[in-house]
Nanobody, 125 residues
Framework: QVQLVESGGGLVQAGGSLSLSCAAS????????MGWFRQAPGKEREYVAA????????VYADSVKGRFTISRDNAKNTAYLHMSSLKPDDTAVYYC??????????????????WGQGTQVTVSS
């Protein structure tokens, strides 16, 4: 059973940057696709970004493409999401996730094996 713990959330002004980390324990993430989702108040959880097991292939939601960068360090059993040019619409709880499959459009939430507990990101205008 893999446990995922996100960190790095907080309050940032519009246009600013923030980096999230997702530390895994209880198992290795090296064979998993790693991804990030987010859920804003009153909205459904939405896909943000994902990276394949080796880090050679990434897929981003159109809403974050060019602004967010997903990466991973399998030796540290950790995935990252660097967010820049943040907008108030990026305000949400951000969740880390693992999956066995990465589609051309990203991750399906129903294909997620493990979820983190989430970290709040708030972007002020």
């Amino acid at each position: 059973q893999v446990q995922l713990v996100e960190s790095g959330g907080g309050l940032v002004q519009a246009g600013g940057s923030l980096s999230l980390s997702c530390a895994a324990s209880g198992g290795t993430i090296s064979t998993y696709v790693m991804g990030w989702f987010r859920q804003a108040p009153g909205k459904e959880r939405e896909y943000v970004a994902a990276i394949n097991w080796s880090g050679s292939y990434t897929v981003y939601a159109d809403s974050v493409k060019g602004r967010f960068t997903i990466s991973r360090d399998n030796a540290k059993n950790t995935a990252y999401l660097h967010m820049s040019s943040l907008k108030p619409d990026d305000t949400a709880v951000y969740y880390c996730a693992t999956s066995r499959s990465l589609r051309s459009y990203g991750l399906d939430s129903n294909a997620v094996d493990y979820w983190g507990q989430g970290t709040q990101v708030t972007v002020s205008s």
